[in-house]
């Protein structure tokens, strides 16, 4: 009781300074604003104690637009925003200093205590949530997953499968009846049904015609939600009591960790002969980790995608002519050699990348190239929304949904070859020694969705003239409200581009 009570008291001192804190941020909170415009952002100002805190309380529901407005008017693209009680928050979107802290000094920056703690519940000490000889280990035997005959065989058997057998029926009868679709949720279905035969060889038969709901793929995304929500806590400590006392979203968060580890436990159960011998999928943490990138990325990558092509119907043409030149060749080559859509797909990704930010913890003090100082323990934040948005690095036209810019011809010659960016300038991916493994089998996989859907189908967004649907930065960004549409056979109803 008396330990009740010392909680109750620490909350009601950290409330009261908080609700005069609410108050001033309210006076301040500034009016919506064109994302294509940050020059209308005013740099946060730091009060003592509380840092930026009002500024931050201000924008908390459009955190990663503000931030990445901070960015762009930053001399340096580095921003070092003060949160409360003297914590310090690095963030920029320059990629000489996303090089120095993904490359040159990757000994000095890891995932660190904070983000362990935030995501121990949920991913344990799988891959993506641990440092050093752990981390080490579980790449190395991981990377074996994503060998070139892996890559064949994942395109040809299980994701033409589950494309041919379940997701095109599926449009085709939505298209019959008129059914509108949360694309967004279709998406996800299928790539959770693709990871989890090529990483497990189980099939959750997630994406039939009935779209069963299942108390798995609420439990997982319950999990990834809450803890997202840790990271956006402006004061940690009190998702912590909430732990403690096994209240309200943490009590959530435990019941649905529970159901996402008693999955895992099946999966290893029913495949232990076959686990066994793939010493990289052989602990709960690790496959909670390859569902979270199997599942999440691919289809946020998609969604906003298919958004794209459907405002912009002269790139939607052009893949679909590229699509129909490749028809005849062989299953693997033809979304391998799919040039033009690639690109389309890393411009999609430049405008919403599959994570919004991702944070590092410096490990000793350190200057970073622009010269800013980093003490240690701070977390230093590479904006990936931003550097995406960023006149500096994409020119003036960088508001354009513009799939040549990844492009180029050499003189006489007919067709395109790819041109890619470097990977500190575009760390969708993320670089350096933990660039991701998947980065090959995501572009098949996204490649083959888009050959196999646009061939036969016109997907419309059924959205109000004018709105532009919110990315939720989470642990993986997702279209806010889902993607409503339509999908129309080509060909049929007078569809054209």
Known sequence: MVFLQLLALVSFLLLLPLLSILFLAKTTTPKKQSTSHPTATILPRSYPLIGSLPAIIANISRRLQWTSD???ISPSATFVLHRPFNNYQVLTANPAVVQHILKTHFHNYGKGDVVNRTLKDFLGHGIFNVDGESWKFQRQVASHEFNTKSLRKFVETVVDTELYDRLIPLLSSAAKSGTILDFQDILQRFAFDNICKIAFGLDPAYLLPSLPQTKFAQAFDDSVNISSRRFSAIIPLFWKIKKLLNVGSEKRLRIAVSEVQEFARNI?????????QKAS???????SSFMLAGRDTT???LTWYFWLLSKN???????LEEIEEKSEASVYDE?????????????????????????????????????TMVKKGTKVTYHIYAMGRSETLWGSDWAEFKPERWLEKEEGEKHWKFAGRDTYTYPVFQAGPRICLGKDMAFLQMKRVVAGVVRRFKVVPVLEEGFEPELLPLLTSKMKGGLPVRIVERGLGGVEL
């Open 268 to 276: 290893i159960r029913e495949k232990k002969q076959e686990l066994e």
């Open 70 to 72: 901070i960015l762009q």
């Open 281 to 287: 999928l052989d602990s709960i943490d690790l496959l």
């Open 335 to 371: 979304v391998k050699d799919m040039v033009y859509t690639h690109a389309s797909l890393c411009e999609s990704m430049r405008f919403y990348p599959p994570v919004a930010a991702d944070s590092k913890e410096a490990f000793a003090d350190d200057i970073l190239p622009d010269g």
């Open 313 to 319: 119907s002269h790139v939607e043409a052009a893949v």
């Open 299 to 301: 289809s946020s990558a």
